[in-house]
């Protein structure tokens, strides 16, 4: 199966605002507010940042915000700061198996 | 505060079996899935299945059908995952990940387990 897309990197000076896309199908993303998002940091176990598309688990900062328009979810970033540089995945619940599909991922690096 | 603890680092060879265990404290272990995720070295995440702690019913992702097998000990709060007939391309960091939602794990998982490497090698 075929995971959701994702860019495999994104950059930016600390202080801006970023984006990372995740774009699945109309049996995923497009049909679902099932999509969530992970940060990762080296090593480290995956933190769930995002759920239900736009909701934020207590504790994660305001500076994140999910959204979704059509076959495609975003995860914005603002304010970047140097402790944001981790990968990133999207989730999305299917209708098909595998009933959750993850993203490939993105590197996001502050410069 | 809850947690996720899971057994250590595995080493096994080609065909052989493993069972992963997750110990879950700081909340009602009985009242959320269990969920399975694996990333293989510099991969992304895979998931492999679900479990019902209350009643112990599954659903396993067809790619894992037939080789994998979740389950759990209510009384010590404990949930397992065991995959055989193992391969090399099953090296991986294994993690047991608790749903957010009390009825949906399709919402996202909100704990995660701190990640069990398994190696698969002659």
């Known amino acids: 199966q075929s995971a959701l897309t994702q860019p495999a990197s994104v950059s930016g000076s600390p202080g801006q605002s970023i984006t990372i896309s995740c774009t699945g199908t109309?049996?995923?993303?497009?049909?679902?507010?099932?999509v969530s998002w992970y940060q990762q940091h080296p090593g480290k176990a995956p933190k769930l940042i995002i759920y239900?598309?736009?909701k934020r688990p207590s504790g994660v900062s305001d500076r994140f915000s999910g959204s979704k328009s059509g076959n495609t979810a975003s995860l914005t970033i603002s304010g970047l700061q140097a402790e944001d540089e981790a990968d990133y995945y999207c989730c999305s619940y299917r209708n098909s198996d595998p009933s959750i599909l993850f993203g490939g991922g993105t590197k996001l690096t502050a410069l | 505060q809850v947690q996720l603890v899971q057994s250590g680092t595995e080493v096994k060879k080609p065909g052989a079996s493993v069972r992963v265990s997750c110990k879950a404290s700081?909340?009602?272990?009985?009242?959320?899935?269990i969920n399975w995720v694996r990333q293989a070295t510099g991969q992304g995440l895979e998931w492999m299945g679900w479990m019902s702690p209350k009643n112990g019913n599954t659903g396993y992702a067809q790619k894992f059908q037939g080789r994998v097998t979740m389950a759990r000990s209510t009384s010590e709060s404990t949930a397992y995952m065991e995959l055989s007939s193992l391969r090399s391309e099953d090296t991986a960091v294994y993690y047991c990940?608790?749903?957010?939602?009390?009825?949906?794990?399709?919402?996202?998982?909100?704990?995660w387990g701190q990640g069990t490497p398994v190696t698969v090698s002659s």
């Open positions: 239900d598309v736009s």
């Open positions: 990940v608790k749903a957010l939602d009390p009825s949906l794990s399709r919402r996202g998982f909100d704990f």
């Open positions: 700081g909340y009602t272990f009985t009242n959320y899935d």
């Open positions: 109309s049996s995923d993303v497009g049909g679902y507010n099932y």
